[in-house]
């Protein structure tokens, strides 16, 4: 389809042409396998080798005190990186210690975690991700990202060689709200001057999908199908419906 074809084209009120994507980043357009589980045991592997501990003994640990379990809240006084960061680590090293972990090298193991977490050698990205993004960008649509995510996520971006695909980038460390917080949506929303038409691309039912659908943006669930949600299995297949779905908006 020549973009002058394509949905994203059409004249708003004021003759722009403002369709947009909104994408979530973690596990949609790549993932770091085992997440942060698998992260402090990479991390405690440097500081303790050989100590036994699996990513299934922290996950216990990692199921609160992130950011993202509490949506409700919003989080401006963490929007300094340090600040986020340090507030995160007790979390990372009680999960340690639960696990069986001494407190000093659940400390020092804990405070690698940023470095860790960040490693570009431990992130992929899928294989249909750049295909999609190209598309949408030969059709005429702008993109954006809004993931519930660390500081450093602008950096991962461009680390992974997709940050250019994205007229805007928001993590929720810097903005202070986590999806799927009305603010956060409204912030995406802001920010890319109110586009229209807009749809929301993500892994996470309620997260992505339900709270997008919240705040009037209509919202594709992929890679893992829920019931009651439009699913698309890959990247190539939520451009197809984001196409079909704004013939006429
Ligand atoms: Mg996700």
Redesign the pocket.
Known sequence: MAPAESPAHREGAHGTLTGAVIW?????LARRPGGWRHMLVDALDLESPGHGVTATDVEPGLRRGFPWHDPERGHPELSDPDRWWANLQPVLRGALVQAGVSEPVAERASSRARFEYTRLDRWAVFPDTEPALNRLRELGWRQAIL??HCPELPDLLAGLGIRDYFEVVLTSAAIGFEKPHPEAYARALHDLGNPHPVWMV???PE??VAGARRCGIPGILVRRPAPGFDYAPDLATAVEMIERGSAGA
């Open positions: 979530d980043f973690d596990e949609t993931s519930n993500g892994d996470n997260v992505d």
